[in-house]
């Protein structure tokens, strides 16, 4: 299953019915959500140096996962939670994050709950394999100056990704 109005609209408000934020600097910066009536992981991959712009990608993940992250950011904070406890706690959250599927979509928006600049949907084998490729385990790179960001290839190389034409088929 994938979300169908993504395949359809390449630009055009946010078709998401549903936002979970885990991580947020100046916006969402990953979490889940919910496109359709299907789960997606969305993680942010690629910011422009004038922190306006935002490439995202999307993975599908199972509806049980969605749910486990949605309990957990949707529950008060305990105060007297111990260090080592919220540590688990986040270290829960990212597991369940790291649950995504393969890259499904990659998506430019300024907030991932506004209006989508761009879509493209990704399934050449190619695509995705440079795409996970280009992909970090955990935020941000040695030589990167975006630490929120899970690439630390350029905002320029993500954009190029995201716009360039199918390639001609046969």
Do not use: N
């Not at 989508?116 to 394999?129: F, G, M, Q, T, Y």
């Amino acid at each position: 299953m994938s979300c169908e109005v993504l395949d359809s609209e390449a630009a055009g408000p946010a078709p998401f019915s549903r936002v979970v934020p885990v991580g947020w600097y100046d916006g969402p910066t990953e979490g889940v959500l919910e496109c359709g009536g299907v789960p997606y992981v969305f993680r942010k991959v690629a910011w422009d140096r004038h922190f306006a712009r935002r490439v995202f990608v999307l993975r599908p993940v199972s509806r049980g996962a969605f749910d486990a992250v949605a309990e957990i950011v949707g529950r008060p904070a305990d105060a007297s939670a111990t260090d080592e406890e919220r540590q688990a706690t986040w270290e829960r959250l990212m597991d369940l994050l790291d649950q995504g599927g393969p890259v499904e979509y990659l998506v430019m928006a300024d907030w991932i709950t506004e209006a989508l600049l761009a879509v493209r949907r990704v399934d050449a084998p190619a695509l995705r394999a440079e795409i996970e490729a280009m992909i970090l385990p955990t935020p941000g790179g040695d030589d990167y100056w975006d630490g929120f960001s899970y690439s630390d290839a350029p905002h320029e190389r993500w954009l190029e990704l995201l716009l360039q034409p199918e390639p001609a088929a046969g």
